[in-house]
Every structure is written in C-alpha cells, then in structure tokens.
T-cell receptor, first 104, second 114 residues
Framework: KNEVEQSPQNLTAQEGEFITINCSYS?????LHWLQQHPGGGIVSLFM???GKKKHGRLIATINIQEKHSSLHITASHPRDSAVYIC??????FGKGTKLTVNP | DGGITQSPKYLFRKEGQNVTLSCEQN?????MYWYRQDPGQGLRLIYY???????QKGDIAEGYSVSREKKESFPLTVTSAQKNPTAFYLC?????????????FGQGTRLTVV
C-alpha cells in the first residue's frame, strides 16, 4: 500500500468550477506539501502545512492531522490551472499526482 | 535571484555511456535531493544529501552515483549499470531535511538513452 494516496487520478472540469483534490497518508508527518507540475515538467511548491488551513489566491489547502487527510481546493478554476498536483509528505514520499484539466 | 538550476533540459546519450546531470542551488540550503519520474508514477527518491561530503541512498539508487563536494552542487551520474535510464530527473533542495521546510525544485532534465 502506498504511504500517500491521492484522488482522483484524473479530473476534468469546466472553467469556473470548484475543484477538490484529496490526499490521504499513512505515516506520521510534521508537514505536508502540495506541489504543482506543469506540462514542461518543472515543479512549484504551492503549500507546506502542518495544521489547519492555508490560502493563496484561489488556492486553499487544508489538513486534518488526526484523520491523516489533506485537501487542495481551487475556486473559480481557470484553464491555466491545468497541471498535475502532487501531495508529498517529507521530501521522500510522494503521491502519484492528480492530473487536472480545466476546459474553457 | 535565488533558485535551483538543472542542466541541460534535454539530454540524449547512447546506451552504455555514463552521463552526469547538473544541479546547482544558490539558496544556501543544506539538503539536496534527486528524484526520478516515470509516466504514471510518482516521484521516487534516488539519492539525498543532508550536508556537504555526505549523501544517502534513496529507494532506487542502483545504477546511479552522486557527489556533494560543495554545498551548492549535487551532480547525479547515471551509469551504464542503470537498466532503464530514460526518464525525467528532478533535483530539489531544502533548508534542512525532515519535511518541515519548503522544498524548491529545478525544472528537470529529460534523459533519453538510445
């Protein structure tokens, strides 16, 4: 069983829709990371969180340490949000990613 | 601007040749990492280094070697012993290992072995 599970694997949305990507993990952590990978391959760190909720623009990340679960939300989605979103715990354990496609 | 740089972006090599991928950071980070990414799979750790002159094997170290002679640099050599070297390679750094600090990633090197 993978230590980090993401769902869904693929997600297609219409522009403007509210998006939720989920991440469950089985290991003890001090922080969880959400990363964004664009088609060119480069990765950008979106959030690092250890409790509660963080917001950056239209992106919101939440974590429930007791339930070992985190969610990444995108409000008013836009085609430029199309990317692979990856959940990671520590620097060594990554989810397989959620491929998001937002159609205009 | 501070950041982490990988070069080259695309690399082609003949089978049986060793090839070295460059990773440089000017963020003054102690920890550096190399990952491999294959289609449909998550990032997998090849090697990591917590400090100069020290490095540890990750989950898939066989066929790879690294060095950490300078804080800024963590080159990865893909040797001829690596059975399936064609992949996308990513380098990252963080202030310190342990997952409590943000990791910064390079833009990656896509290696194709023919």
């Amino acid at each position: 069983k993978n230590e980090v599970e993401q769902s869904p694997q693929n997600l297609t949305a219409q522009e403007g829709e509210f998006i939720t990507i989920n991440c469950s993990y089985s290991v003890g952590i001090s922080a969880l990371h959400w990363l964004q990978q664009h088609p060119g391959g480069g990765i950008v760190s979106l959030f690092m969180l250890s409790s509660g909720k963080k917001k950056h623009g239209r992106l919101i990340a939440t974590i429930n340490i007791q339930e070992k679960h985190s969610s990444l939300h995108i409000t008013a989605s836009h085609p430029r949000d199309s990317a692979v979103y990856i959940c990671a715990v520590r620097e060594v354990v990554f989810g397989k990613g959620t491929k998001l496609t937002v159609n205009p | 601007d501070g950041g982490i740089t990988q070069s080259p972006k695309y690399l082609f090599r003949k089978e049986g040749q060793n090839v070295t991928l460059s990773c440089e950071q000017n963020l003054n980070h102690d920890a550096m990492y190399w990952y491999r990414q294959d289609p449909g799979q998550g990032l997998r750790l090849i090697y990591y280094s917590q400090i100069v002159n020290d490095f540890q094997k990750g989950d898939i170290a066989e066929g790879y070697s690294v060095s950490r002679e300078k804080k800024e640099s963590f080159p990865l050599t893909v040797t001829s012993a690596q059975k399936n070297p064609t992949a996308f390679y990513l380098c990252a750094s963080s202030v310190q290992p342990g997952g409590d600090t943000e990791a910064f990633f390079g833009q990656g090197t896509r290696l194709t072995v023919v």
